[in-house]
């Protein structure tokens, strides 16, 4: 490590490849560092995320105000565009890793880690197996090579993975609400009609019993979840039938239905007409060559 004024500490810098632009999370940088008595970050802020893992000793990190006090195995976040500053005991200094990121993925990764606006920071959450993970991760960084990027990300990705599922033991994340499933199981749906799916499919994923969340789908949405399904299938059939040049069987065998008899006996006590009736009403069908 370089010596500093208030630290010993090393930065890396992390250059995006294609796939990281194309993706949802973008790596920024990353470091790790050694206090000084003196040191102390802050106040400031940053336009992105980064995600600091305390590995020894003991400190203050202030976030919008709100003061915690952090110490081995603690993790916290400087989450974007917050002000914050953080300091060490003179006693016991720091000793910490970061992992620097932004992009689409970046606040539902946050989330699912018990991370929020308001709750930026998570005691005794480093274990073990993530310290371990998180120094292997710290040395790929030091390879400045486009080759390595997938063994990154995978690592990244792990870690995320037992860093969740310590959350999970501690119970840190928020129950789920009846709002949350109810999304969750519509989102499912949007995602997966097309597959075959039924309601009993959907409300195992989101863990609820079937028949309440049936109930509680058509209350809040006023559609049974059923009827959701069977639109969605049904409204695709008729988009594949007015844009594409694939014959009905194709479309019935890729909306997962057994065989075009009853996929045409379906459209029809939908729309009203059948598959190839209602495909000649409409002009834009593209020919097949």
């Not at 490849?17 to 970050?41: E, H, M, S, W």
């Not at 979840?225 to 007015?242: D, E, G, W």
């Amino acid at each position: 490590m370089k010596e500093y004024g208030h630290e010993y500490a090393e930065h890396w810098f992390y250059t995006p490849t294609l796939v990281d632009n194309a993706g949802g999370l973008n790596i920024i940088r990353a470091g790790q560092n050694k206090a000084k008595p003196n040191y102390q970050i802050g106040p400031r802020f940053i336009p992105y995320f980064s995600l600091h893992f305390v590995l020894a000793g003991r400190g203050t990190y202030v976030d919008e105000g709100k003061k915690y006090t952090i110490q081995s195995e603690d993790i916290f976040c400087l989450y974007s565009n917050h002000t914050h500053s953080y300091y060490t005991s003179e006693e016991l200094p720091l000793e910490m890793a970061w992992v620097a990121f932004d992009g689409r993925q970046a606040l539902s990764i946050l989330k699912m880690l018990g991370i929020t606006e308001e709750k930026t920071c998570l005691h005794g959450i480093l274990t073990t197996l993530s310290r371990d993970t998180l120094q292997r991760l710290i040395q790929l960084f030091q390879v400045y090579e486009e080759n390595m990027y997938f063994k990154k990300i995978s690592l990244i990705y792990e870690l995320f993975d037992q860093l969740y599922e310590e959350v999970r033991k501690k119970h840190i994340i928020q129950p789920t609400t009846e709002e949350n499933w109810l999304n969750k199981g519509k989102n499912f749906i949007d995602i997966y009609y097309s597959e075959g799916i039924s309601v009993a499919d959907v409300a195992k994923y989101v863990g609820i019993n079937r028949t309440h969340f049936s109930n509680t789908f058509t209350t809040k949405l006023g559609i049974s979840p059923h009827q959701y399904i069977r639109k969605k299938v049904m409204n695709r059939a008729a988009q594949l039938l007015s844009e594409t040049p694939n014959n009905i069987s194709e479309i019935a065998l890729s909306l997962y239905y057994s065989d075009i008899y009853s996929f045409s006996r379906s459209f029809k006590n939908f729309f009203g007409i059948t598959p190839t009736r209602y495909r000649e009403q409409n002009n834009n069908l593209i020919k097949k060559e």
